[in-house]
């Protein structure tokens, strides 16, 4: 019975990007956080790697960067190594004291004055693009509500010509596409990079001519204008540019969709909140808990180190599971269910922890709530029209295509 059991567990490889696809994960994460919560797998298609599943432990490597490092030169932030020689290092993928000072850097654009600032901003696209959505009619929530409005949010945080702002889609595409899946929009890592260098020629001439001119207040303008910043080598200049882009669009954009189907399936909890309108900040925090668009975080370990009871040496690839910890039974209660009255909504590990833990959470946090006080300010209902279309990722738990209708 031991046996089969370990024959089991070792059979187990979380990295398989269809898992996520076809959203059949759940059971393997459960076994996982069950009997072999810090778990090895040998082989895979992204070489070994340790998985990290329970909520307290991804907390406690989150919090030891000492150990755990993030560095683009140890592997970075992913399962996948980035090709040697052709990293694109930026913050995300730095350790202190370099992390430290490049995102102090572009911080002061989601500090609370300026989401303040942008609250009518927000609000007043969120409005247009609710209003111009067809009646009783089939249509894509995604391409018409969640990539729209992320989309013109990135596309003000950066001052970004607006005629060409869907570019900003197709970067963060490109930037995470597992080139490996049929559906990538990029289908080699050559073609990728041939992408994000247009990319970083259409960044330079925005970044070349604020430079030279007096600071303003947009993230191309503030790594521009900061000491930390201002002499970013090519490669570091593309990363930096796609962290910021991705970080800001498909994270949310998914949110936005994984919310909606979760209301349209628990037409109890969509009534929960239409008569209490207070629980909007639930509901947020419970959306973005439920859909956890980051699928999780590598670490390399930068010494032999215990977790858990297991030896992880020097070097070896320490993936922390967010849709797991998300969904850890002994830290939340009944996990597997979408609730907007939680006691403790807040309580995920969606946006990480510690240093890394996302700069923008409460910009993404304000573009969410402000979707849904507007959706219930209409009074809309859905239906969902057909399946959902997933990404064959196992970064970011993406939803590509959501057919929905409003019917009344
Ligand atoms: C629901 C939406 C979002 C989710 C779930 C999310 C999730 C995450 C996660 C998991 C991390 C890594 C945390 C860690 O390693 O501990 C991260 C980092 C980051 N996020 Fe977000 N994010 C979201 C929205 C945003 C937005 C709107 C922006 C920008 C406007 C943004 C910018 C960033 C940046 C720059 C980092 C790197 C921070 C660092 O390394 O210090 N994110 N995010």
Not at 45 to 62: L, M, Q
Request: glycine share 4%; net charge negative; aromatic share 8%.
């Amino acid at each position: 019975m031991a046996q089969a059991l370990q024959r089991r567990l070792n059979s187990i490889d979380v990295s398989d990007p269809r898992l996520y696809q076809d959203d059949t994960w759940r059971p393997l994460f459960a076994q996982l956080r069950r009997d072999d919560p810090v778990h090895y797998c040998e082989a895979s298609a992204f070489g070994p790697y340790w998985s990290v599943t329970r909520y307290d432990d991804i907390f406690a490597v989150e919090l030891d960067h000492e150990n755990y490092s993030s560095s683009s030169d140890l592997g970075g932030i992913q399962i996948t190594d980035q090709p040697k020689g052709q990293e694109f290092a930026n913050f995300i993928r730095m350790d202190p004291p370099g992390h430290t000072a490049h995102r102090r850097t572009v911080a002061p654009i989601v500090a609370p004055s300026n989401l303040a600032n942008l609250e009518a901003l927000i609000r007043k696209r969120t409005s247009d693009v609710l209003d111009a959505l067809p009646r009783n009619e089939t249509f894509d929530w995604v391409a018409r509500v969640s990539t729209d409005l992320t989309n013109m949010m990135l596309a003000t945080l950066f001052d970004f010509p607006w005629a060409d702002r869907e570019k900003l889609t197709w970067w963060s595409d490109v930037a995470i596409a597992n080139v490996a899946a049929p559906d990538a929009v990029v289908h080699s890592a050559e073609e990728r990079i041939a992408e994000l260098g247009k990319m970083g020629e259409y960044f330079r001439k925005l970044w070349d001519a604020r430079a030279s001119a007096a600071p303003t207040f947009d993230l191309i303008s503030m790594l521009a204008h900061s000491p930390a910043t201002s002499n970013l080598q090519a490669r570091e200049f593309i990363g930096t540019i796609a962290l910021l882009i991705v970080g800001g669009n498909d994270t949310t954009r998914n949110s936005m969709t994984g919310g909606l189907m979760a209301l349209v399936e628990n037409p109890e909890q969509f009534e929960l909140v239409r008569a209490k309108r207070e629980l909007i900040p639930n509901l947020v925090s419970e959306t973005i808990r439920y859909q956890s668009p980051v699928l999780h975080m590598r670490r390399t370990a930068r010494n032999d180190v215990e977790l858990a009871g297991r030896r992880i040496a020097k070097g070896d690839k320490v993936v922390m599971w967010y849709i797991s910890g998300n969904r850890d039974e002994d830290k939340i209660d009944r996990p597997d269910e979408f609730i907007v009255d939680r006691a403790k909504p807040r309580q995920h590990l969606a946006f990480g922890a510690g240093i890394h833990r996302c700069v923008g959470d409460r910009l993404a946090e304000q573009q969410i709530r402000i979707l849904w006080e507007e959706v219930l300010q209409r009074d809309l209902r859905f239906e969902i029209m057909g399946p959902a279309q997933r990404l064959c990722s196992n970064f970011i738990r993406g939803i590509r295509e959501l057919p929905v209708r409003i019917v009344n």
